[in-house]
């Protein structure tokens, strides 16, 4: 494969989403009005967001009652105490906290700031905050189904959210649930140029194509929130799901 033969082709004319959206089919729909046709051979590459918003994963703060372990963290981060509070029904463990930071690990195994809870481009209200869909790799499923369904047709999905980096600055694109094809890439005996059989290298492929779809998804108001992966070879695996991809505490060698 080269450079020129794989294409990020951003799909636009999609609606805001709404709760209880059909969002299998507002895509499709969306894919044919530019006149592509989504082939088995394809990756979609969807935003978190949409996904949130079709599961009406929404939370009003003003209708949550803090706990005790909230009111403590929110005296430590500055944070309101509502929205520490929904930050740690989706925690499994509070990494670190510092005034205005809340690092924990999702119940879904990665690590991340306010477990994944986001304020931006939600519903244009101070207090409504969007949660995580529970179960992302559920959702790829269903979404790869219903397009099998509607079109005969079931391409890989991957389900990507931004996340921060402990030694780098700035945000990347990264896989947090998936159907179709496995998050990592294991290359160990492969030959190198010169023969040589590789020994340590895994490559992150889902969490790769993430990051490449979200350099055209953008993080603003862009409004792009699907990108269709077309050009790059994969093997469908049915099997695998979000979590193949995550460090074990056990390999973990920084917590």
Same mark, same amino acid.
């Given at each position: 494969?080269?450079?020129?033969?794989?294409?990020?082709?951003?799909?636009?004319?999609?609606?805001?989403?709404?709760?209880?959206?059909?969002?299998?089919?507002?895509?499709?729909?969306?894919?044919?009005?530019?006149?592509?046709?989504?082939?088995? =051979?394809?990756?979609?590459?969807? =935003?978190?967001?949409?996904?949130?918003?079709?599961?009406?994963?929404?939370?009003?703060? =003003?209708?949550?009652?803090?706990?005790?372990?909230?009111?403590?963290?929110?005296?430590?981060?500055?944070?309101?105490?509502?929205?520490?509070?929904?930050?740690?029904?989706?925690?499994?463990?509070?990494?670190?906290?510092?005034?205005?930071?809340?690092?924990?690990?999702?119940?879904?195994?990665?690590?991340?700031?306010?477990?994944?809870?986001?304020?931006?481009?939600?519903?244009?209200?101070?207090?409504?905050?969007?949660?995580?869909?529970?179960?992302?790799?559920?959702?790829?499923?269903?979404?790869?189904?219903?397009?099998?369904?509607?079109?005969?047709?079931?391409?890989?999905?991957?389900?990507?959210?931004?996340?921060?980096?402990?030694?780098?600055?700035?945000?990347?694109?990264?896989?947090?649930?998936?159907?179709?094809?496995?998050?990592?890439?294991?290359?160990?005996?492969?030959?190198?140029?010169?023969?040589?059989?590789?020994?340590?290298?895994?490559?992150?492929?889902?969490?790769?194509?993430?990051?490449?779809?979200?350099?055209?998804?953008?993080?603003?108001?862009?409004?792009?929130?699907?990108?269709?992966?077309?050009?790059?070879?994969?093997?469908?695996?049915?099997?695998?799901?979000?979590?193949?991809?995550?460090?074990?505490?056990?390999?973990?060698?920084?917590?």
């Amino acid at each position: 494969m080269t450079a020129q033969t794989l294409q990020l082709i951003p799909i636009p004319n999609l609606p805001l989403i709404q709760p209880g959206d059909d969002l299998a089919r507002l895509i499709l729909e969306s894919i044919q009005s530019t006149g592509l046709t989504l082939a088995n =051979a394809d990756i979609l590459v969807i =935003a978190q967001k949409i996904v949130s918003k079709a599961e009406a994963c929404f939370v009003r703060l =003003a209708e949550v009652t803090p706990s005790p372990q909230a009111l403590e963290l929110a005296a430590v981060t500055g944070k309101p105490a509502e929205l520490v509070e929904v930050i740690l029904w989706d925690t499994a463990e509070v990494i670190r906290t510092r005034k205005d930071l809340l690092i924990v690990e999702h119940k879904l195994g990665f690590i991340s700031a306010n477990a994944g809870l986001d304020h931006s481009n939600v519903a244009g209200e101070p207090d409504v905050v969007l949660r995580l869909p529970p179960e992302p790799d559920a959702s790829a499923r269903a979404l790869r189904q219903e397009l099998d369904r509607l079109a005969g047709v079931r391409p890989p999905v991957l389900i990507i959210d931004s996340h921060g980096r402990p030694w780098r600055l700035g945000t990347v694109g990264v896989t947090i649930g998936l159907s179709g094809l496995a998050p990592v890439q294991d290359l160990r005996g492969e030959p190198d140029l010169f023969g040589t059989p590789l020994l340590h290298t895994d490559v992150g492929f889902a969490d790769q194509i993430a990051a490449a779809a979200s350099l055209v998804m953008g993080q603003a108001a862009e409004g792009c929130p699907v990108v269709l992966v077309r050009g790059l070879p994969f093997t469908v695996d049915e099997q695998a799901q979000a979590a193949d991809g995550l460090r074990s505490k056990a390999m973990n060698m920084f917590r």
